[in-house]
């Protein structure tokens, strides 16, 4: 299986500054053969299910703001948030869907400073 | 509205089963692969099981392997999931999400979740 891991564990952040959550997993989800990575970016809010944000490891979702960005390839992502708003204090999940069991990263908590 | 609405949650006993149900709208849902994923109290994400557009695919957690079972209804734009031999550590939310493609992909809709607790 596919490893995930996140750091930190947790940051806080002041609202308008920048947020940078790392990825990194087991072995590559970089699949050659189209050049994607298989990775993607959750946002979870305090007692709401996860939304998407990222996936091929730097597309943005639809509707998603640009304040959003994902970046990496292989085992090192990063997701950045350019300027923390105050809806943006959640955890942060990314995961790996190169192959079954999809797995996901131990969840990075954002909140305010 | 693209909408996952999840039910059949409850409290049951370890060793007993439940059957969970995911009614999807606003989509073509045959177009699409499924997914459950979980969440245990104050805890990450688990990804429990995924099924491709047609059913010709399927995968397992090693968590849920044997026990779990995966299935859909695409003329009723159903999902569901039979969990077998529960045990506590089974106790979760547990979300039904719609994939980004006929096949295993990222979650780009995602139901409210249904709770599932296993307790004597």
């Known amino acids: 299986d596919i490893v995930m891991t996140q750091s930190p564990d947790s940051l806080a952040v002041s609202l308008g500054e920048r947020a940078t959550i790392n990825c990194r997993s087991s072995r590559s989800v970089l699949y050659r053969s189209n050049n994607k990575n298989y990775l993607a970016w959750y946002r979870q809010k305090p007692g709401q299910p996860p939304e998407l944000l990222i996936y091929w490891a730097s597309t943005r979702e639809s509707g998603v703001p640009d304040r959003f960005s994902g970046s990496g390839s292989g085992t090192d992502f990063t997701l950045t948030i350019s300027s923390l708003q105050a809806e943006d204090v959640a955890v942060y999940y990314c995961?790996?869907?190169?192959?079954?069991?999809?797995?996901f990263g131990p969840g990075t908590k954002v909140d305010l400073k | 509205e693209v909408q996952l609405v999840e039910s059949g949650g409850g409290l049951v006993q370890p060793g007993r089963s439940l059957r969970l149900s995911c009614a999807a709208s606003g989509f073509t849902f045959n177009d699409y692969a499924m997914h459950w994923v979980r969440q245990a109290p104050g805890k990450g994400l688990e990804w429990v099981s995924g099924?491709?557009?047609?059913?010709?695919?399927?995968d397992y957690a090693d968590s849920v392997k044997g026990r779990f079972n995966i299935s859909r209804d695409n003329a009723k734009n159903s999902l569901y999931l039979q969990m077998n031999s529960l045990r506590a550590e089974d106790s979760a939310l547990y979300y039904c999400?719609?994939?980004?493609?006929?096949?295993?992909?990222?979650?780009?809709?995602w139901g409210q979740g249904t709770m599932v607790t296993v307790s004597s």
């Open positions: 999400a719609k994939d980004y493609s006929s096949s295993s992909n990222a979650f780009d809709v």
């Open positions: 995961q790996q869907y190169y192959i079954a069991p999809l797995t």
């Open positions: 099924i491709n557009w047609n059913s010709g695919s399927i």
